[in-house]
């Protein structure tokens, strides 16, 4: 029992008093107070920049893309995994195509 009331009808009215007010709302108030809670809750959320797709232009390029080693990255291509272009011995990779082939596999490599 709340104890700003005294007997539980006080209790009772009052939380109908409220859920009406919540519920006796124009189409305009709620869609705002939508737009505040949903403001609310990403305010805080980091904001994704969508950059245009790099050419990854050597294994080097796609280990820091990736964050591991050199013969890290070098396995990852060799296994097939990645989808590269290759002129005699530069290989590009298409970031993009790295983050959707990853997104594929569930982000296992």
Do not use: W
């Amino acid at each position: 029992m709340d104890k700003n009331h005294n007997t539980l009808e006080d209790f009772q009215n009052h939380t109908r008093e409220k859920v009406t007010k919540v519920l006796i709302t124009t189409p305009e108030e709620l869609q705002e107070t939508i737009n505040v809670a949903v403001n609310m809750a990403f305010a805080n959320q980091p904001q994704i920049v969508h950059e245009p797709p790099k050419n990854l232009r050597s294994i080097a390029a796609l280990a820091d893309f990736l964050g591991c080693s050199t013969v890290t990255a070098q396995k990852i291509k060799n296994s097939g995994i990645l989808r590269f272009y290759q002129a005699g011995r530069k290989v590009i990779f298409k970031s993009n195509e790295v983050l959707e082939d990853l997104a594929y596999r569930g982000g296992k490599l």
